[in-house]
């Protein structure tokens, strides 16, 4: 039941492709609690995704934008800024992309030049958002920027591949970031690391299914969907968390805590 936590509040969505995109989810429920919002993906992702019927859906207006291109990104926010009328008051970074995982090369056969472009496009460009609408001042005061990111950052998952480094860069931008942002126009900047999700990103990963039945029996309340971690955007983008910033935040139904679960377990003690 929306209870209008976004009333008045406008926003810029990045990363939605199709329906199962956490984005997607994103974008809905923030209109759903009276947010007004533009989307944006990469030029490619707006050829080849669904996005349009998304903005068609949400009177949302869609805007291409490189997200590594910093010419794109003012490009971006000015007419965001335009279609809104205004400054905005959240961003949503959900965007990542690994040529070495899409061409299925192991972590330790890497082409360099290709985790470079994953660094860029996963990590750097939240960076480049964060610091074109500092200059911009593109934000109002006690706006809220988020990425999305996962445990990888902070544990060892071999088939992750370089987008835990990817990870752990961005977590690290958020940070650095968070505190000159704060310190100057009271904006937070925070992360959220999302239990495995059934996207078209995520899917792509070797061995995904094992591991999201693995990380659902590990975790106390099972893992997060994209609908839940939708309304945990919502409630970071609304002024009910204005003083949370610089975190990295678990939503992951308690994976992050756990050493062993009794439903891991079972197998192993059944064959015994």
């Known amino acids: 039941m929306p209870n209008q936590l976004l009333a008045g509040k406008k926003g810029i969505i990045f990363g939605a492709l199709d329906d199962q995109s956490i984005a997607w989810k994103v974008a809905e429920r923030c209109v759903e609690e009276g947010a007004q919002i533009t ?41 965001s800024m335009e279609a809104l009328g205004g400054k905005v008051d959240f961003i949503l970074h959900s965007i990542g992309m690994s040529l070495n995982v899409r061409k299925k090369r192991e972590y330790t056969d890497l082409k360099y030049e290709w985790m470079l472009k994953s660094l860029d496009i996963s990590a750097i460009s939240f960076h480049k958002i964060l610091q074109t609408a500092m200059k911009m001042d593109a934000v109002n005061d006690w706006g809220s920027m988020l990425a999305l990111t996962y445990i990888a950052a902070q544990r060892t998952f071999p088939d992750y591949n ?93 994976f992050s805590n756990m050493g062993m679960s009794r439903e891991v377990l079972a197998p192993t003690e059944e064959s015994e």
């Open 39 to 79: 989307l944006s993906n990469a030029p490619v992702a707006l050829r080849f995704g669904k996005i349009q019927a998304l903005g068609e859906k949400l009177n949302a207006p869609v805007i291409a934008a490189d997200a590594t291109s910093v010419e794109d990104i003012e490009n971006l926010l000015s007419q």
């Open 162 to 254: 370089e987008m835990a480094e990817a990870k752990s860069l961005l977590e690290s931008i958020a940070r650095s970031f968070g505190y000159h942002y704060g310190a100057q126009k009271n904006v937070r900047v925070n992360t959220i690391s999302q239990s495995p999700t059934f996207t078209t990103a995520g899917s792509g990963v070797k061995g995904f299914k094992e591991f999201f039945d693995y990380a659902d029996k590990m975790s106390p309340l099972g893992n997060a969907s994209a609908e839940a971690c939708a309304d945990y955007c919502v409630m970071m983008f609304s002024d009910l968390t204005k003083y949370v910033t610089m975190q990295n935040l678990f939503h992951d139904g308690g």
